[in-house]
């Protein structure tokens, strides 16, 4: 199976200013790789699929680079809105695993 | 509007069994994959099965093989989740997804399961 390891694990940010979150996988899963979002009680939302593109309807703020084994989440001007825990995904190979995520919170 | 509703969330004991449903609306239910995932309470998320868009094929992780079926109706847009043989470790929050190696781009609300004596 393919492992995807987050770092960090938690991230205190400050409103306003870049991050990157990465996202290292145990083998190449290609340009697999999905971005996700979720707020406390809610259900987790897309943020970017196959590495870099965007989604319709999410904030230009957020975007996505990698290939093979290293990605990468960045988000430019965190918000508050922001602060929630951010999960990658492969589906490259069976069976389709997750990080464990990194949560953002407020510094 | 892309929808998805969950249904058949409960307590329910261990070797026991229950069926899920998710009945999908706001697109052509049978040009798409779908799939389960699950969260179990304060963790990470885990994919439990898929299915084609014909339902012609299944794929599932060897946590749940064996015991859990996907299956769907895509005369009634409904897809569906028998759990078999329930162990604790199988309480989760399930979520009925659109997509596959596309990534999930779409997401029930979800249905607790929980296994317990």
């Known amino acids: 199976d393919v492992v995807l390891t987050q770092s960090p694990a938690t991230l205190s940010v400050t409103p306003g200013e870049r991050i990157s979150l990465s996202c290292r996988a145990s083998?190449?899963?290609?340009?697999?790789l999905h971005w996700y979002q979720q707020k406390p009680n809610e259900s987790p939302r897309l943020l970017i699929k196959?590495?870099?593109q965007s989604i319709s309807g999410i904030p230009s703020r957020f975007s996505g680079s990698g290939s093979g084994t290293d990605f990468t989440l960045s988000i430019n001007g965190v918000e508050l809105e922001d602060l929630s825990i951010y999960y990658c995904?492969?589906?490259?190979?069976?069976?389709?695993?997750f990080g464990a995520g990194t949560k953002l919170e407020l510094k | 509007e892309v929808q998805l509703v969950e249904t058949g969330g409960g307590l329910v004991q261990p070797g026991r069994s229950l069926k899920l449903s998710c009945v999908a609306s706001?697109?052509?239910?049978?040009?798409?994959?779908m799939s389960w995932t699950r969260q179990a309470p304060g963790k990470g998320l885990e994919w439990v099965a898929s299915?084609?868009?014909?339902?012609?094929?299944?794929y599932y992780p060897d946590s749940v093989k064996g015991r859990f079926t996907i299956s769907r109706d895509n005369a009634q847009n409904t897809l569906y989740l028998q759990m078999n043989s329930l162990r604790s470790e199988d309480t989760a929050t399930y979520y009925c997804?659109?997509?596959?190696?596309?990534?999930?781009?779409?997401w029930g609300q979800g249905t607790l399961v929980t296994v317990s004596s």
């Open positions: 299915i084609t868009n014909s339902g012609g094929s299944t």
């Open positions: 083998e190449s899963v290609d340009t697999y």
């Open positions: 706001g697109f052509t239910f049978n040009n798409y994959w």
């Open positions: 196959y590495a870099s």
């Open positions: 997804t659109r997509g596959t190696t596309t990534g999930f781009a779409y």
């Open positions: 995904q492969q589906g490259n190979s069976l069976p389709y695993t």
